[in-house]
């Protein structure tokens, strides 16, 4: 690890917003660099690590997994992407980590340690308030996030992750795509299920004309009948 070189890395967390030249230079002062490989651990879950990461370059995959479960099947818990976050958790309370993270491709992190970010908060309020706003996004998502893994089927929760994926096509009015289909092992993943589920699925959906493979993405021919077999509301 190497302590910070440029201010203008900083500039691009969007937490780090408002500060000024000199604020950002001070806060930099305290970080180290990390230039990481695809599907690198950044930390562990239960690690006693206490930084916080800001993500410069690429992107990391937040992870999380039952101990008790027969097979130790990890689930994506968030997508964080340059410009992002993460690790404040233990950084506050000082306790092991509440998941692993992994970088999703080569990624550029600079992290800052828990007491110097806690000070940070201290010293510039509207950090805290961006961080307490962020906490209360994270709960009401996982609250969403709960209940999908909690109700629905395994079919049902990769219906639902791909209407989540779905964007209307603004060429073609009714229409609906993904733009860049994810690969089988993360979608499983994300969804909490199997790659042979996720496999199953998409080729069932192939099949019967509601899905159509287009390069990198998909089209969604039928829309509301995925809608209607996710349950969705």
Request: charged share 30%; net charge negative.
């Amino acid at each position: 690890m190497e302590a910070c070189l440029s201010t203008s890395r900083l500039k691009v967390v969007t937490l780090l917003d408002g500060l000024t030249d000199s604020e950002l230079t001070e806060i930099e002062q305290l970080c180290h660099w990390h230039q990481l490989g695809a599907d690198s651990i950044v930390f562990d879950k239960e690690s006693d690590t206490l930084e916080v990461y800001f993500l410069i370059e690429g992107s990391v995959r937040v992870l999380s997994y039952s101990p008790y479960a027969r097979e130790k099947r990890e689930v994506t818990l968030a997508n964080f992407v340059a410009g992002e976050y993460f690790g404040e958790l233990a950084a506050l309370d000082g306790k092991p980590r509440s998941a692993k993270v992994v970088t999703s491709e080569p990624s550029i992190l600079a992290s800052l340690e828990g007491p110097a970010f806690r000070e940070a908060m201290i010293r510039f309020p509207k950090l805290a308030l961006r961080v307490t706003l962020r906490l209360a996004d994270i709960i009401r998502r996982l609250d969403s996030r709960v209940t999908e893994l909690s109700t629905l089927s395994e079919p049902e929760r990769v219906f639902t992750e791909l209407l989540h994926l779905a964007k209307p096509d603004n060429k073609k009015p009714g229409q609906y795509l993904i733009s860049e289909m994810p690969k089988h092992k993360d979608l499983a993943s994300w969804t909490g299920t199997s790659t042979e589920i996720v496999a199953q699925v998409v080729g069932e959906l192939a099949r019967e004309g509601i899905l159509e493979r287009r390069h990198l993405g998909m089209v969604v021919r039928d829309y509301e009948r995925l809608r209607l077999m996710a349950r969705a509301r």
